[in-house]
């Protein structure tokens, strides 16, 4: 039986960590960038996904339940923060960072079967 995506099921990292990247990535300098609507200025060079910021912090653009079913709802313009991050295994390697944001969410790492095959990619839209 084939393994689904396991972000489909998690979000943790979406809830986490701070989503900031370069301004210039979102749509209003790049089109089809990250939609600046949904981002506030963090300084000169880094904008930031609204809700990231606090002490709890949830990507505007997360929507489900951490853990149960969720999905990232510009997943094909989301910044390359978003993009480089990789789940634990989805490479053949353990990521540290991803466990941590697993944990914070009482999920267990991932283990290295979660994925059919070492490179399957993650679609979260």
């Known amino acids: 039986m084939?393994?689904?995506?396991?972000?489909?099921?998690?979000?943790?990292?979406?809830?986490?960590?701070?989503?900031?990247?370069?301004?210039a990535e979102a749509d209003d300098a790049t089109p089809g960038?990250?939609?600046?609507?949904?981002?506030?200025?963090l300084n000169d060079f880094r904008r930031m996904m609204i809700g990231m910021d606090g002490s709890t912090p949830r990507c505007i653009a997360l929507e489900g339940n951490i853990g149960e079913k969720v999905r990232c709802t510009i997943y094909e313009n989301r910044s390359s923060v978003?993009?480089?991050?990789?789940?634990?295994?989805?490479?053949?390697?353990?990521?540290?960072?991803?466990?941590?944001?697993?944990?914070?969410?009482?999920?267990p790492p991932l283990e290295q079967?979660?994925?059919n095959s070492p490179g399957d990619i993650p679609r979260v839209a």
């Open 2 to 23: 084939e393994n689904p995506n396991p972000c489909l099921t998690c979000g943790a990292c979406c809830a986490f960590y701070r989503a900031s990247f370069y301004w």
């Open 33 to 41: 960038g990250v939609p600046v609507l949904l981002t506030r200025k």
């Open 82 to 107: 978003c993009r480089d991050f990789d789940a634990s295994w989805i490479k053949g390697l353990p990521n540290e960072r991803c466990d941590k944001a697993r944990a914070a969410w009482g999920l």
């Open 113 to 115: 079967d979660a994925w």
